[in-house]
């Protein structure tokens, strides 16, 4: 009996897992900003792979025109058909396979200044429409056939709350999620939920409980309206478990905490519930299933906005349905996805003083607390370990694909009264480089399951464009010199590269048309915030800006 | 003889708004446009991007900056990005922090400051806070109405204000009808009908989405189910009054 239970058991774990392994990988359609809904960026296709590659050739680019704030977004591919959205939303169909026009839409440009970031990191299809958040705070819908506008409805005054949308949304089953910016100023932030067929609000879920709630006593005072939190990126979606994960904005305000920590509280302990977490929400409702917070009483600025990879993956000797997710500082946690249990935790950083290690079940070692008025060096940064640009999971080598970043601030808080949606930040933080060094980042490549690094690729300046990882054993990204290539993904030795002309901060996809794989992705470096502290690392350097999409793919003839 | 009268003419127009209340101003834009994610500090101070109190630019030199923009760094042109009196407004500002006495207001923006509702007390200062407070999500009245700059204008502009709370519930709404969409019925808010499509706002909740039929899909008729006390339920009589009152103070 015990024996055919194990058989059982056995069996349901290995078609479980293969479905999990099926779902995070796409084939012919890049669907998803992360790929599919478990946001590995992952493909399946491997008729580029470490043997040919050396081949590859640009097939065909597609100039935006929207110059402004250049190309962040990540394209998404379905039936043949490619949608672009560039900076100031101008959203584009694309024949896939020679990037000739099918249709395009201009959103109109705000009648009154906008305060917050420009750009746009990407769109959602689904339903029949393709799906973008814009800098005035609108969620619009396109018809996916014709660009007609179907929809649009408006998530929140932008010249009140001092957010707005750049993050791609979220489609999960009949309903569309976006997350919002604004979390370093006073502002408590959100997620939202429409109809995918109507716009009609399904639910809104707010990082920070409201009085009453569980979880407010985790704010001082009044602190909770003004506590930040905002989730600026792009979570996943389990379908089978109906559970929408996202990754919560760091604590308002960001380096002071005496007006919002409760007196007395244990810095062990959860603090401004639910800031810088990872949250599993009921897809139908948007209540909270369960939460982890990675940093209690966050005074760094270290955002758990990033990116959340699902997977199915044995730890421990045991088969467990994972999340993997990434905080700013660059530590990263691997938990049960079903229950938030945290089964792993390890930090990607080689230049870090904040704490000085991470126990196994989470808490933090040795935290250095900015001082009011007092200026502490400070390593990672608030640009992160990782910038908001994803890294990529393979299955066949069961890698995590990481660009980190060597930073250092130095930090002095300051303490000013919150404003409602204007700046509450409260500190100094001028970046810079840690001394001693030659090169400032690197490809990483991550067990998560057991926190070992297998292998890692130097680079001497930052590496702020997200990674693509494909079945053919190709890593793929872009640096600010233009440079796009591939590493082995099983060694990190570089096999190829491409001189696009401009820096890379986007996304790359990787989708097939009619039997022949293609390699997407977005060019031109980025003028403002993070791109522009970058650059100001290194006078020396000019970094070009663009806004063009370039398509690589083997000569014609040569598979 | 005309020259000079002109010269006279545009101090007059730019100080009819006082410095102070440009300054102010000029402060909330810095911190919502400049002092941002990694880029100026608060007040000028150094952050991601560099220092900008107490460097002893002038304000010629600052109106190049903002309006042009600095070619190779972060710094781009904002001649764009922000309304006129905004602009104005922002470099008044920064050139208050390098010590310009008395620095030149081209405009001023008397809608913010009327919407901020900074100038107003007691019941009024109340209700202009009530009416766009953010803990009541999509149940404020900003969800719908603009005053001022604030707010999402949805209905029309409120040109007249009720007298009371129980006015404000039993509000007559002649511009709401019902519209039928593929067999659904729904409280519309038609903006625009034409050979390229119908532009409605669908209020079957808030907030208001505004749709795109195609042309003949959407039908209507006057009158509907949908009643203005039924979505400002989140207000309590008390709150729906300091609200009426702080309309009184900026409805003209």
Known sequence: MIIRMRFWLILLTISSAALAQDAGATHADWPHYGGTQFSWRYSALDQINTSNVKALTPAWLFQTGDYAENLQATPIVEAGVMYLITARARVFALDAATGREIWNYRYPEPGRSVPGFVGSRGLAIGDGKVFFGTKDNYMVALDQKTGRLLWKVSVDDVQQCGCNITAAPLVARDKVIVGGSGGDGAHRGYLTAFSTKTGRLAWRWYVIPGPGEKGNETWKGDSWRFGGGAPWLTGSYDPALNLVYWGTGNAAADFYDAERVPTGADKSKDINLYTASVVALDGDTGKLRWYHQEIHDDVWDFDSAYEVLLIDREIRGRMRQTLVHMNKSGLTSVLDRTTGELLKVFSVPEVQNWITGVTEDGKLVGRVEPQLGKTTTLCPTAAGAKSWNSMAYSPRTGFLYVPVNELCTDLTPNNTSPAEGQNYMNGEFPVHLPPGRTTYSHVDAWDPMTGKLAWKVPYKYLLLASMLATAGDLVFTGNPEGEFYALDAKSGNKLWSYQTGAGHRGGAASYAVNGRQYIATSTGWHSSVVGALAQSLFPDQDWRLGSTLVVFALPEGSR | ?252
């Open chain 2, 1 to 252: 003889m005309r020259r000079p009268l002109l010269l006279l003419f545009v101090p007059l127009l730019g100080w009819s708004q006082s410095l102070q209340d440009a300054l102010k101003r000029g402060e909330q834009v810095f911190s919502q446009s400049c002092a941002t994610g990694y880029c100026h500090g608060v007040k000028g101070g150094p952050s991601g991007a560099p220092r900008l109190a107490g460097r002893g630019f002038n304000q010629a030199h600052i109106t190049n900056v903002v309006v042009s923009g600095v070619a190779g760094t972060g710094m781009r042109s904002f001649a764009t990005v922000l309304s006129k009196p905004d602009l104005a407004a922002v470099i008044a500002y920064v050139a208050s922090l390098n010590g310009v006495a008395n620095p030149r207001i081209s405009s001023g923006d008397e809608e913010a400051e009327a919407a901020s509702g900074s100038k107003l007390t007691g019941e009024a200062a109340r209700g202009a806070q009530l009416f766009k407070e953010a803990v009541r999500s999509f149940g404020r009245c900003s969800t719908c109405h603009e005053v001022g700059g604030l707010g999402i204008s949805v209905a029309s502009p409120i040109a007249r204000v009720p007298d009371s709370a129980a006015a404000l519930k039993a509000l007559a709404t002649p511009n709401v009808k019902t519209g039928i969409m593929n067999g659904e019925s729904m409280p519309v808010l038609v903006l625009s009908e034409g050979k390229q499509g119908t532009l409605f706002y669908d209020l079957t909740s808030t907030p208001p989405v505004e749709r795109n039929a195609e042309p003949g899909a959407v039908k209507f008729s006057d009158g509907s189910s949908w009643r203005h006390a039924s979505v400002i339920g989140a207000y309590n009589d008390q709150e729906l009054a300091a609200i009426l009152e702080y309309l009184r103070a900026v409805v003209k």
